[in-house]
Nanobody, 122 residues
Framework: QLQASGGGLVQAGGSLRLSCAAS????????MAWFRQAPNKEREIVAA????????FLVDSVKGRFTISRDNDKNTVYLQMSRLKPEDTAFYYC?????????????????WGKGTQVTVSS
């Protein structure tokens, strides 16, 4: 089970840290990713991190503003979001995929969390 938390309402330029805690199993391979979906838009991958090495992925629109990291001991992945913009407003989901490569290339994810709302006011 994946549980996302940390969303909320923030002004443009502000910061939020999302957390995704995995329970019920320990991941030592594959990847965790953050996706987001805004109203009337398709879901997009925002960031991903491999559980077994240092590979990370960030979509171009968040590079330089967002950072993804993990804590293996806590089985938790974080998305640090800084310099937030109104266009970052969306429902953010975390998900686990069995392959980092397929995760960042549109492959199907194995587990999804329930997500958390991020709203950035202008």
């Amino acid at each position: 089970q994946l549980q996302a938390s940390g969303g909320g309402l923030v002004q443009a330029g502000g910061s939020l840290r999302l957390s995704c805690a995995a329970s019920g199993r320990t991941f030592s391979s594959g990847a965790m990713a953050w996706f987001r979906q805004a109203p009337n838009k398709e879901r997009e991958i925002v960031a991903a991190i491999s559980w077994s090495d240092d590979n990370t992925f960030l979509v171009d629109s968040v590079k330089g503003r967002f950072t993804i990291s993990r804590d293996n001991d806590k089985n938790t992945v974080y998305l640090q979001m800084s310099r937030l913009k109104p266009e970052d407003t969306a429902f953010y989901y975390c998900a686990y995929g069995g392959s980092y490569f397929y995760t960042i290339n549109g492959g199907a994810m194995d587990y999804w969390g329930k997500g958390t709302q991020v709203t950035v006011s202008s």
